[in-house]
């Protein structure tokens, strides 16, 4: 079905759906932590605020849905207002990334006229239109969650159409096991999902060399 969707549908959108991006305020020394190890601060953050810059483009050319921005700190930062409203811009609450983006996703889905939510990070710089949408698209059928698998053994995106707590719960964060253990949790919820194809997001040097490949290319400052 997904295939089918002309132009001119994909222009039209998904009014009734919202789309959560989740991003670390970019300072020195606290984005791409594992990134820096062997890059350096000052290189990692200029490859953080590239995909910043370049996630903010997609979703405000495409226009696939509408979307918010959930910071960690300071809605004020001036990377942050380049690319979104300060009225979309909002601060993440919870001990753990379960439970900020589980607080994120319910308040979301508790606002006038959103009957679905995908939630994705800064770190996918292969993340598309066409991606998003057929995330969208499988909410819009009424499957209860889709899933973006990684190639580290997380996700890059989540979306569902009703607050599930249990997907969040209990859920090492930052390890290979953040999939498996997620595909467990909707199973013993017995709940419906759909997997989109496995993408790659960026942590280690050897990622920096596929921004090139990108369509455009991902053009990042050394900082040196």
């Known amino acids: 079905m997904t295939e089918q969707r002309t132009a001119l549908d994909l222009a039209t959108g998904h009014p009734r759906s919202r789309i959560v991006v989740f991003a670390r305020e970019p300072l020195l020394g606290k984005v791409?932590?594992?990134?820096?190890?062997?890059?350096?601060?000052?290189?990692?953050?200029?490859?953080?605020?590239?995909?910043?810059?370049?996630?903010?483009?997609?979703?405000?050319?495409?226009?696939?849905?509408?979307?918010?921005?959930?910071?960690?700190?300071?809605?004020?930062?001036?990377?942050?207002?380049?690319?979104?409203?300060?009225?979309?811009?909002?601060?993440?609450?919870?001990?753990?990334?379960?439970?900020?983006?589980?607080?994120?996703?319910?308040?979301?889905?508790?606002?006038?006229?959103?009957?679905?939510?995908?939630?994705?990070?800064?770190?996918?710089?292969?993340?598309?239109?066409?991606?998003?949408d057929q995330a969208l698209l499988a909410l819009d059928s009424g499957t209860d969650v889709v899933l973006g698998p990684a190639e580290d053994g997380g996700y890059v995106l989540v979306g569902m159409r009703r607050p599930i707590t249990a997907l969040f719960e209990d859920i090492p964060w930052g390890t290979d096991q953040v999939m498996s253990r997620t595909l467990e949790a909707l199973k013993a919820n017995e709940l419906s999902y759909e997997l989109l194809d496995t993408l790659w997001d960026v942590d280690r040097p050897e990622d920096l060399v596929r921004l090139q490949s990108l369509v455009p290319p991902l053009h990042w400052k050394l900082g040196r």
Request: with cysteine; aromatic share 6%.
């Open 32 to 132: 791409k932590s594992r990134l820096a190890i062997e890059i350096g601060a000052q290189e990692a953050l200029a490859v953080y605020r590239a995909m910043l810059a370049r996630l903010g483009q997609l979703l405000t050319q495409a226009q696939i849905a509408s979307w918010d921005l959930w910071v960690t700190s300071n809605c004020s930062h001036k990377d942050f207002l380049s690319i979104c409203n300060k009225t979309n811009i909002y601060l993440q609450n919870g001990q753990d990334l379960g439970a900020r983006m589980d607080g994120a996703i319910q308040q979301t889905l508790r606002q006038e006229n959103v009957e679905s939510v995908v939630l994705i990070g800064t770190d996918c710089p292969a993340l598309t239109e066409r991606y998003l």
